[in-house]
Protein backbone atom coordinates (compact mmCIF):
# COMPACT_ATOMS: atom_id res chain seq x y z
CA UNK A 1 0.00 0.00 0.00
CA UNK A 2 1.93 2.98 -1.14
CA UNK A 3 -0.72 5.67 -0.40
CA UNK A 4 -0.06 8.96 -2.44
CA UNK A 5 2.73 8.97 -5.05
CA UNK A 6 4.02 11.41 -6.94
CA UNK A 7 6.51 11.95 -9.86
CA UNK A 8 8.82 13.46 -10.69
CA UNK A 9 10.10 14.55 -7.18
CA UNK A 10 12.56 16.61 -8.19
CA UNK A 11 12.34 18.87 -11.73
CA UNK A 12 13.97 22.50 -13.53
CA UNK A 13 12.68 23.68 -16.28
CA UNK A 14 13.03 27.14 -18.04
CA UNK A 15 10.77 29.91 -18.68
CA UNK A 16 8.12 29.09 -21.46
CA UNK A 17 9.07 24.86 -20.73
CA UNK A 18 5.59 22.48 -20.37
CA UNK A 19 5.25 19.96 -18.26
CA UNK A 20 2.91 17.42 -15.94
CA UNK A 21 3.15 16.42 -12.93
CA UNK A 22 2.05 13.17 -11.79
CA UNK A 23 0.04 11.77 -8.60
CA UNK A 24 -1.62 8.60 -8.07
CA UNK A 25 -3.63 7.10 -5.02
CA UNK A 26 -4.28 3.52 -4.31
CA UNK A 27 -6.93 4.31 -1.25
CA UNK A 28 -9.33 4.24 -3.62
CA UNK A 29 -10.53 7.78 -2.66
CA UNK A 30 -12.77 9.83 -4.68
CA UNK A 31 -11.46 13.32 -3.82
CA UNK A 32 -7.83 14.09 -4.98
CA UNK A 33 -6.11 17.40 -4.57
CA UNK A 34 -3.45 19.69 -6.25
CA UNK A 35 -1.22 22.47 -3.75
CA UNK A 36 1.50 24.55 -3.67
CA UNK A 37 3.47 25.69 -1.12
CA UNK A 38 5.56 28.75 -0.59
CA UNK A 39 7.39 30.10 2.12
CA UNK A 40 4.78 31.68 4.39
CA UNK A 41 2.44 31.31 2.71
CA UNK A 42 0.97 27.63 3.70
CA UNK A 43 -0.59 25.54 1.39
CA UNK A 44 -2.78 26.99 -1.12
CA UNK A 45 -5.11 24.73 -3.75
CA UNK A 46 -5.04 24.63 -7.36
CA UNK A 47 -7.31 22.87 -8.21
CA UNK A 48 -9.22 19.61 -6.84
CA UNK A 49 -11.43 16.38 -8.02
CA UNK A 50 -14.06 15.54 -5.59
CA UNK A 51 -14.69 12.33 -8.73
CA UNK A 52 -13.43 11.06 -11.65
CA UNK A 53 -14.47 13.14 -14.41
CA UNK A 54 -14.90 16.42 -12.09
CA UNK A 55 -12.40 18.87 -11.48
CA UNK A 56 -12.98 22.54 -10.04
CA UNK A 57 -10.43 25.73 -9.55
CA UNK A 58 -9.11 26.32 -5.91
CA UNK A 59 -7.43 29.57 -4.66
CA UNK A 60 -4.39 29.96 -7.35
CA UNK A 61 -5.70 28.06 -10.58
CA UNK A 62 -4.04 30.57 -13.13
CA UNK A 63 -1.28 28.72 -15.00
CA UNK A 64 -2.24 25.52 -14.41
CA UNK A 65 -4.72 22.58 -15.87
CA UNK A 66 -5.43 19.14 -14.46
CA UNK A 67 -7.11 16.01 -15.39
CA UNK A 68 -8.50 13.24 -13.46
CA UNK A 69 -7.73 10.46 -15.49
CA UNK A 70 -9.11 7.85 -13.35
CA UNK A 71 -9.96 7.43 -9.82
CA UNK A 72 -6.24 6.53 -9.33
CA UNK A 73 -4.88 9.72 -11.49
CA UNK A 74 -4.62 13.39 -10.62
CA UNK A 75 -2.51 15.36 -13.28
CA UNK A 76 -1.18 18.65 -13.20
CA UNK A 77 0.18 20.42 -16.06
CA UNK A 78 2.16 23.64 -16.63
CA UNK A 79 1.81 25.13 -20.49
CA UNK A 80 4.48 27.56 -19.89
CA UNK A 81 5.84 27.92 -17.01
CA UNK A 82 7.15 30.83 -15.27
CA UNK A 83 9.77 31.88 -12.76
CA UNK A 84 6.27 32.24 -10.20
CA UNK A 85 5.35 28.52 -10.28
CA UNK A 86 8.80 27.75 -8.66
CA UNK A 87 7.43 26.16 -5.86
CA UNK A 88 6.94 22.55 -3.60
CA UNK A 89 3.62 20.89 -5.17
CA UNK A 90 1.87 18.41 -3.26
CA UNK A 91 -0.71 15.74 -4.04
CA UNK A 92 -3.25 15.04 -1.75
CA UNK A 93 -6.21 12.63 -1.65
CA UNK A 94 -9.43 12.10 0.50
CA UNK A 95 -12.25 10.23 0.97
CA UNK A 96 -14.76 12.51 1.00
CA UNK A 97 -16.09 15.23 -1.01
CA UNK A 98 -15.00 18.81 -0.41
CA UNK A 99 -17.47 21.54 0.22
CA UNK A 100 -20.05 19.06 1.14
CA UNK A 101 -21.75 19.25 4.83
CA UNK A 102 -20.40 17.00 6.65
CA UNK A 103 -17.15 16.30 5.53
CA UNK A 104 -14.93 16.07 8.29
CA UNK A 105 -12.50 13.91 6.16
CA UNK A 106 -8.65 13.72 6.50
CA UNK A 107 -6.08 14.35 3.71
CA UNK A 108 -3.25 12.10 2.42
CA UNK A 109 -0.12 13.97 0.93
CA UNK A 110 1.82 12.79 -1.32
CA UNK A 111 5.53 13.14 -0.80
CA UNK A 112 5.85 16.42 -3.00
CA UNK A 113 7.54 17.51 -6.20
CA UNK A 114 10.60 20.36 -6.13
CA UNK A 115 9.86 22.44 -8.83
CA UNK A 116 12.42 25.40 -10.38
CA UNK A 117 11.56 27.39 -13.73
CA UNK A 118 14.77 29.43 -14.28
CA UNK B 1 -13.01 36.48 5.33
CA UNK B 2 -13.02 33.63 7.11
CA UNK B 3 -9.56 32.31 8.32
CA UNK B 4 -6.85 30.91 10.00
CA UNK B 5 -4.18 32.24 12.00
CA UNK B 6 -1.51 30.68 13.16
CA UNK B 7 0.96 32.80 15.48
CA UNK B 8 4.44 32.72 14.63
CA UNK B 9 5.93 31.69 11.95
CA UNK B 10 8.56 29.65 13.93
CA UNK B 11 8.86 28.93 17.72
CA UNK B 12 12.01 27.65 19.37
CA UNK B 13 11.64 25.25 22.69
CA UNK B 14 14.38 23.32 24.46
CA UNK B 15 14.28 20.02 24.75
CA UNK B 16 12.28 18.59 27.51
CA UNK B 17 10.28 22.00 27.93
CA UNK B 18 6.48 22.37 26.53
CA UNK B 19 5.53 22.91 23.28
CA UNK B 20 2.45 25.53 22.54
CA UNK B 21 1.64 25.87 19.30
CA UNK B 22 -1.21 28.32 18.69
CA UNK B 23 -3.92 28.63 16.36
CA UNK B 24 -7.29 30.69 15.80
CA UNK B 25 -9.84 30.92 13.54
CA UNK B 26 -12.73 33.17 12.62
CA UNK B 27 -15.99 31.92 12.48
CA UNK B 28 -19.13 32.22 13.61
CA UNK B 29 -20.18 28.47 13.29
CA UNK B 30 -17.44 26.17 15.09
CA UNK B 31 -15.59 24.49 12.66
CA UNK B 32 -13.92 20.93 12.12
CA UNK B 33 -10.39 21.58 12.94
CA UNK B 34 -7.42 19.35 12.28
CA UNK B 35 -3.39 19.75 12.91
CA UNK B 36 -1.27 18.11 10.49
CA UNK B 37 2.59 17.68 10.74
CA UNK B 38 5.45 18.16 7.68
CA UNK B 39 8.58 16.96 8.48
CA UNK B 40 11.64 18.09 6.45
CA UNK B 41 11.32 16.81 2.90
CA UNK B 42 8.17 15.22 3.27
CA UNK B 43 4.44 15.51 2.38
CA UNK B 44 1.67 16.11 5.26
CA UNK B 45 0.10 14.30 7.60
CA UNK B 46 -2.18 14.18 10.30
CA UNK B 47 -2.19 14.61 13.99
CA UNK B 48 -5.47 15.30 15.22
CA UNK B 49 -8.54 16.78 14.22
CA UNK B 50 -11.76 17.84 15.83
CA UNK B 51 -15.19 17.47 14.95
CA UNK B 52 -17.54 17.06 17.67
CA UNK B 53 -17.58 15.98 21.31
CA UNK B 54 -14.54 16.11 23.47
CA UNK B 55 -13.24 19.27 23.12
CA UNK B 56 -9.59 17.97 24.20
CA UNK B 57 -8.17 16.04 21.19
CA UNK B 58 -5.27 13.40 21.66
CA UNK B 59 -3.11 13.11 18.81
CA UNK B 60 0.09 10.99 17.66
CA UNK B 61 3.51 11.49 19.26
CA UNK B 62 1.96 12.26 22.46
CA UNK B 63 0.17 15.82 20.80
CA UNK B 64 -3.16 16.76 22.24
CA UNK B 65 -5.54 20.22 21.07
CA UNK B 66 -8.19 21.77 23.52
CA UNK B 67 -10.42 23.26 21.08
CA UNK B 68 -12.17 26.34 22.80
CA UNK B 69 -15.20 28.13 21.37
CA UNK B 70 -15.00 30.93 23.76
CA UNK B 71 -11.31 31.91 22.57
CA UNK B 72 -12.04 30.42 18.69
CA UNK B 73 -8.58 28.36 19.32
CA UNK B 74 -7.37 25.35 18.83
CA UNK B 75 -3.87 25.09 20.18
CA UNK B 76 -1.66 22.45 19.90
CA UNK B 77 0.29 21.34 22.85
CA UNK B 78 3.10 18.78 23.78
CA UNK B 79 4.21 18.80 27.29
CA UNK B 80 7.90 17.47 26.62
CA UNK B 81 9.72 18.37 23.36
CA UNK B 82 11.92 15.47 21.31
CA UNK B 83 14.28 16.19 19.17
CA UNK B 84 12.34 14.18 16.35
CA UNK B 85 9.30 17.05 16.96
CA UNK B 86 11.29 19.28 15.15
CA UNK B 87 8.98 19.93 11.70
CA UNK B 88 6.37 22.51 10.44
CA UNK B 89 3.26 22.21 12.03
CA UNK B 90 -0.23 23.30 10.36
CA UNK B 91 -3.43 24.15 11.72
CA UNK B 92 -6.79 23.66 9.46
CA UNK B 93 -10.15 24.62 9.40
CA UNK B 94 -13.20 23.62 7.51
CA UNK B 95 -16.00 26.45 8.27
CA UNK B 96 -19.24 25.84 7.77
CA UNK B 97 -19.88 29.33 7.07
CA UNK B 98 -17.47 28.92 4.10
CA UNK B 99 -18.74 27.04 1.97
CA UNK B 100 -17.61 23.84 4.00
CA UNK B 101 -13.90 24.11 2.13
CA UNK B 102 -10.50 23.67 3.95
CA UNK B 103 -8.31 26.24 4.86
CA UNK B 104 -5.27 26.16 6.37
CA UNK B 105 -3.12 28.16 8.03
CA UNK B 106 0.37 29.66 7.15
CA UNK B 107 2.30 26.95 9.31
CA UNK B 108 4.90 26.95 12.23
CA UNK B 109 8.42 25.58 12.25
CA UNK B 110 9.18 24.29 15.53
CA UNK B 111 12.92 24.42 16.20
CA UNK B 112 14.03 22.05 19.49
CA UNK B 113 16.91 23.11 21.34
CA UNK B 114 19.50 21.00 22.90
Known amino acids: NAGVTQTPKFQVLKTGQSMTLQCAQD?????MYWYRQDPGMGLRLIYYSASEGTTDKGEVPNGYNVSRLNKREFSLRLESAAPSQTSVYFC?????????????????FGPGTRLTVL | AQSVTQLGSHVSVSEGALVLLRCNYS??????LFWYVQYPNQGLQLLLK????ATLVKGINGFEAEFKKSETSFHLTKPSAHMSDAAEYFCAAILMDSNYQLIWGAGTKLIIKP
Open chain 2, 27 to 32: SSVPPY
Open chain 1, 92 to 108: ASSDGVPGLAGTTDTQY
Open chain 2, 50 to 53: YTTG
Open chain 1, 27 to 31: MNHNS
